[in-house]
């Protein structure tokens, strides 16, 4: 798997608080505001979060960074409010000095990233927002199932942060990852514990569950993409429909997923592949019309045709299948108008394409 080696700095936030952000991988830059179940450090060996990076990272200048009260940021004495992440998601994104950039938000992050973005519309070229809202469960005129509901969840997590039992224990990892394996889900149960503090957890999801940014994403104006799983128990299916169809233009992509957070061991995750690969502007043009009109995708597997591999390795070394890879390849050729693999493999040469293989 990609792993791009990381920078770690940082920054301060306008109320003063320190937040940790770190960089890695190359190409134009990506800011994930992914939300405050993360660490920087812990992230890189996380099975959850490892194939988020690797992916994020493999043709982006990646900048990502610990939420206020997480992580290797500030967690002591913080205060929690939507204000506040948005200022912080600001402080990155000045003292990483991106001008123009893709943004990719998770959940909250995806909220702070749409305020963001009609504030400096200039500077975010596409937006990619998912499992997000535009209202969340207790903002605006919440019923009574929904309060009773957010702080009966609020109590068993709160029960189930120092204690070991299984029914109290995994009750926050079960809900945000129904279907992982025994090993995922004890890993993203251990990272959780290790990101933050308990009385950190609690302020920030009840600040989390209020948050409503319903009247700003109608304004909105960048290329958008909204992602979210079906089966989603955290955020419900409809808060990204909804939201999808408040946002001008957006493209929306249902995840065949029961997972808040995608996991890279189930089928869904290469929908996710295909929807960023489809939907995030590809490399620096070669030259060639046909060539340049490829997808990002489909410049990653003439690459590797280019360099003389066959459609199985190719798809091992793109974590896809073997028969996704020959259909890349038969695309290509359409594209490109031509009839064969070695024509492929001279034409993106001659645009230089698999010289990495050659150095």
């Known amino acids: ?23 890695c991988g190359t190409g134009p830059p990506l800011l994930w505001a992914a939300s405050w179940f993360h660490h920087l450090e812990l992230d890189w060996v996380s099975p959850i979060w490892r194939p988020w990076i690797s992916l994020l990272s493999q043709r982006h200048t990646l900048v990502r960074y610990d939420w206020r009260g997480c992580g290797l940021s500030d967690r002591d004495q913080v205060e929690f409010s939507f204000d506040k992440f948005v200022e912080d998601l600001e402080a990155v994104i000045g003292a990483a000095r991106l001008e123009q950039f893709v943004l990719f938000g998770i959940a909250a992050g995806a ?71 025994t090993e995922q889900s004890q890993s993203f149960s251990n990272l959780v514990r290790q990101t933050t503090s308990l009385a950190n957890n609690d302020a920030m999801r009840r600040t989390f569950s209020r948050i409503d940014v319903q009247d700003i994403v109608p304004k909105v104006r ?26 001008p233009g957006a493209r929306f992509v249902p995840l065949d997923s029961n997972n808040h957070v995608l996991l890279d061991t189930e089928p869904a995750w290469q929908q996710l592949v295909e929807a960023l690969d489809d939907f995030l502007p590809a490399p620096a043009g070669t030259g060639d019309p046909l060539l340049d009109a ?9 690459e590797l045709v280019a ?50 293989k050659a150095r």
């Open 1 to 23: 798997m990609f792993q791009p080696a990381q920078q770690i700095r940082f920054c301060t936030s306008r109320d003063g608080t320190r937040i940790a952000y770190a960089t």
């Open 111 to 181: 909220a702070a990233g749409m305020a963001y973005a009609v504030r400096y519309p200039k500077r975010i070229s596409r937006l990619v927002l998912y499992a997000s809202y535009a209202r969340n469960r207790l903002a605006g005129n919440p019923t009574p199932q929904d309060v009773e509901e957010s702080q009966a969840r609020l109590k068993v997590i709160e029960l189930g942060w120092p204690n070991d039992t299984r029914a109290y224990g995994q009750f926050f990892t079960a809900l945000h990852l129904p279907d992982a394996s």
């Open 222 to 247: 960048c290329p958008t993409l909204v992602l979210h799983s079906r089966g989603n128990s955290v955020i419900p299916f409809e808060s990204g429909r909804s939201l999808a169809g408040l946002i």
């Open 294 to 302: 490829l997808t990002a995708r489909e410049r990653e597997v003439l």
């Open 307 to 356: 360099q003389g591999l066959d459609n199985g390795t190719i798809g091992e070394q793109l974590h896809i299948s073997e028969r996704t890879a020959r259909n890349h390849v038969s695309a290509i050729l359409a594209k490109l108008g031509i009839n064969t693999r070695a024509q492929a493999i001279v034409r993106a040469r001659d645009a230089g394409f698999g010289r990495e």
